[in-house]
């Protein structure tokens, strides 16, 4: 069992969305202007490029933080949705229970799935109970609640002298510069860890903006992917086999909705590398062990080694689009069509990078605390 869990819960269109974060030790404080500023990068603001939902994204701490510190205790936290539109999903969410026709076809509440959403799946393991409005529980909207405990391990880990941020690496077929892995240097990553749309190439986030104005005007998405790099992190931390640090990390990621691929270090590079090419020499830097270069994302044999841990997060296309799509109705088993209303985000990776950077926080500090 793990000794630090989060529980998010909530619905995209239901009253409220919230978590609890429990194991995280007593005696760090909980800074207010550094939270919000973390839930703001998430939150779309006016960004031409997001979504037109405008929520106060407030949190409101129930419990386990004392005096502007941990407790020690359960973080309960819940977030009030204002800006809810629940008729735009008319086409998806049924009542409870409402299942009628094959059983093999409509063994779902839903009417007519949305492709590459959860509605297909969630109707048939629900039965039709799942409120599956704007994605219900599925939606990336509970990202908002991943972000806030993020922010709280953002305070334990900086105490560690441990620095977490990412950037916008790929938005389509235009790339931003890579991170340097071996030493990314602190002004840069304080600089990303606290942008709106955070890229290293101005001239790259110009391009980036066209594909996203033109996705928007086409009335379709485009898909693209987050580097993220972890620096301060000490030797040791995680276990061989499957307590490795790439799976604890990986388990966190994956918790991203639209995460498709997660690579660490060299990543898929490596199928057409030597072993003479991707090793990482060992160097001493500073009277410490390091590599000279660091192909591996900073962890061996599921261990940390010292060096920054290095990864890019990979995600699919916002599956919400205008575009009219091929479908079937869930009660008549017929082939139908839908264009999906809505307010959605042409791409979710400038949302995204406080989410990715959120999930590698929540990872490192559980292997910290499981150490």
């Known amino acids: 069992m793990p000794k630090l869990t989060l529980t998010i819960f909530g619905e995209s ?22 939270i919000a500023l973390q839930m703001a990068r998430r939150a779309p603001g006016d960004a031409a490029y997001a979504t037109v939902r405008r929520e106060a994204d407030q ?59 959860a509605d297909y799946p969630a109707a048939v393991k629900y039965g039709g109970y799942a409120d599956m409005r704007g994605g219900g529980h599925f939606s990336g909207r509970l990202t908002a609640p991943l972000v806030f405990a993020g922010a709280l391990c953002r305070g334990f880990l900086a105490q560690k002298g441990i620095r977490v941020a990412g950037h916008v690496s790929r938005i389509g077929d235009i790339r931003d510069s890579r991170l340097d892995p071996v030493d990314p240097g602190n002004a840069l990553l304080e600089r990303l860890s606290e ?23 086409d ?4 898909g693209g992917a987050v580097e993220v790099i972890a620096t301060g992190l000490p030797v040791g931390l995680g276990s061989p ?42 160097v001493m830097r500073g009277g410490d062990i ?58 979710v990776v400038p949302r995204a990078v406080p989410c990715v950077e959120a999930a590698v926080m929540l990872g490192v500090a559980q ?4 150490s």
């Not at 299942?99 to 093999?104: A, I, L």
């Not at 060299?266 to 199928?271: I, R, S």
């Open 13 to 34: 269109h239901g009253p409220i969305i919230g978590c609890v974060l429990a194991g995280l030790p007593a005696g760090i404080p909980v800074d207010g202007a550094a």
């Open 367 to 370: 292997l910290i605390v499981e």
């Open 195 to 217: 942008a709106a749309f955070p890229v290293i190439d101005g001239v790259a986030k110009a391009r980036m903006l066209e594909q996203l104005a033109k996705a928007r005007a």
């Open 241 to 282: 086999l499957f307590d490795g640090a790439e799976g604890v990390l990986s388990r966190w990621l994956f918790g991203i909705p639209a995460v498709k691929a997660v690579a660490f270090g060299a990543g898929a590079a490596f199928a057409g590398m030597t072993g003479s090419q991707a090793n990482d020499p060992f």
């Open 59 to 117: 949190p409101e701490i129930l419990s386990g933080v004392y005096n502007g510190y941990t407790a020690g205790t359960p973080v309960a936290m819940i977030i009030r949705n204002t800006n809810t539109r629940p008729a735009d999903y008319d086409a998806v969410a049924a009542s409870n229970g409402d299942v009628t026709g094959d059983s093999s076809v409509a063994a779902g509440g839903g009417v007519v799935p949305r492709p590459n959403h």
């Open 290 to 347: 390091r590599t000279a270069t660091n192909h591996c994302g900073g962890i061996l044999g599921g261990m940390t080694s010292g060096m920054p841990l290095t990864a890019e997060v990979t995600f699919k296309p916002t599956p919400s689009i205008a575009k009219e799509q091929q479908s079937v109705d869930l009660h008549t088993g017929q082939a139908a069509t839908l264009a999906i209303k809505g307010r959605h985000d042409p791409c």
């Open 219 to 222: 009335g379709d998405s485009i």
